[in-house]
């Protein structure tokens, strides 16, 4: 446990980050789960409404760094193109 008024408040700090980041890299999950499901049903109206809300999210994840930039670039990338080659 800390010893350190400042090593208290860092451990105070951590969990409300750990707690934020948590709920952000849920969020970035969901997004890309609800693509995934409307391409696995096969609609591609539906698919790309999704990808269209769920790209903000990607990105908002990249900039608060839950994931890296070039991660959440891959992840759309693959996406978009994966919708795209739906008949």
């Known amino acids: 446990m800390a010893n350190h008024k400042s090593a208290e408040k860092r451990a ?3 969990e409300r980050r750990t707690a934020v980041n948590t709920a952000r890299r849920s969020r970035v999950r969901g997004s890309v789960k609800k693509v995934e499901e409307a391409i696995a049903s ?3 109206k539906a ?6 809300a769920a790209q ?8 608060k760094r839950i994931v890296t930039k070039n991660a959440a670039s891959r ?6 193109a994966r919708i795209k080659s739906m008949a």
Do not use: F, H, N
């Not at 992840?75 to 978009?80: A, M, Q």
């Open 12 to 14: 105070r700090q951590t």
């Open 42 to 44: 096969g609609d591609k």
């Open 47 to 52: 698919a790309q409404d999704a990808l269209r």
């Open 56 to 63: 903000p999210e990607i990105q908002r994840g990249a900039t």
């Open 75 to 80: 992840r759309v990338s693959r996406l978009s």
